[in-house]
């Protein structure tokens, strides 16, 4: 239903997120004209050859203006785990600390690891390049920067109003994307609907859908919901119209990505090579 594509980043985003800057925690980066992979893998000692396996580009390549990049923060990237796997075994293939896999993946807890789990493998420069290139995703990024091991796509057309951070002296925990009115609100990934209906004054209507493994997507200011609490939907099915119930100053979508309980930035999780700049 929803396009993949996620155009008109308007002049307010370019000023909070200008050029030439590592933003947030240094994960993304939007070029200046003239730069390559290999100047900007220089200027903040990154590895090249890995950041242009994360964004499909050629290192000595030229970007356009605007482009945007992901950077490594914590880099990883995803595997399967095959019948008779262990952690053990997993880090010894990859060479990398068995303590590392545990951490990463949150498994401290049992340690127990099951046929068909996705795993974050943190990158070893020389082990881990040629296992990356195998790995079967659209989103290389994704296979990096998406800690929750899950592809998500943005849930409407539109521009982003606010992003996730520091706003007005509070902290503002997801992100704004501003829509047409009544647009259709597809969900970002496949799920269960736990939430659906009035929320409370500050989200208004809302939708929280459960992915599983922790993982949870929410959508605020709706005008109307579509969905029912207790449906299965899949990626992109309509879930609510855009609206501006709640604390809201326009027709927009709040849209959160939670971890286990915690709110990230969805620009870590969302396909930003996919962004036009305007």
């Known amino acids: 239903m929803k396009k993949s594509k996620f155009m008109g980043l308007t002049a307010l985003f370019l000023l909070l997120l200008p050029a030439s800057t590592a933003l947030a925690d240094g994960s993304y980066y939007i070029t200046e004209g003239g730069e390559s992979i290999s100047s900007i893998a220089e200027t903040y000692a990154l590895d ?110 539109g521009f982003i109003s606010s992003p996730y951070g520091e706003r007005w002296g509070s902290f503002h925990w997801g992100l704004d994307i501003a829509a047409d009115n009544l647009s259709e609100i597809g969900a970002a990934a496949a799920g269960l609907v736990i939430e659906s209906g009035w929320k409370n004054d500050s989200y208004g209507y809302a939708v929280m859908i459960d992915h599983g493994n922790g993982r949870q997507t929410l959508y605020g200011h709706c005008s109307s919901v579509i969905a029912d609490v207790g449906d299965w939907v899949e990626t992109g099915q309509a879930i609510a119209l855009v609206g501006s119930t709640g604390n809201s100053t326009g027709p927009h979508v709040h849209f959160e990505i939670r971890l286990d309980g915690v709110c990230v930035d969805p620009l870590l999780y969302l396909p930003v090579n996919d962004i036009a700049i305007n």
């Open 48 to 157: 090249s050859e890995l950041v242009a396996l994360m964004n499909d580009l050629v290192e000595d390549s030229i970007l356009d203006e605007g482009t945007v990049l992901r950077l490594p923060q914590t880099p990883c990237f995803n595997i399967t785990v095959s019948r008779g796997d262990t952690l053990s075994s997993i880090a010894r293939e990859y060479e990398v600390d068995l303590a590392e896999i545990v951490e990463v993946n949150d498994l401290s807890g049992s340690g127990r690891i099951y046929e068909g789990q996705s795993l974050l493998i943190p990158f070893n420069e020389e082990v881990s390049v040629s296992a990356l290139e195998t790995v079967e995703t659209t989103d290389r990024g994704a296979a990096y920067a998406s800690r929750s091991g899950l592809s998500y796509i943005w849930p409407v057309d």
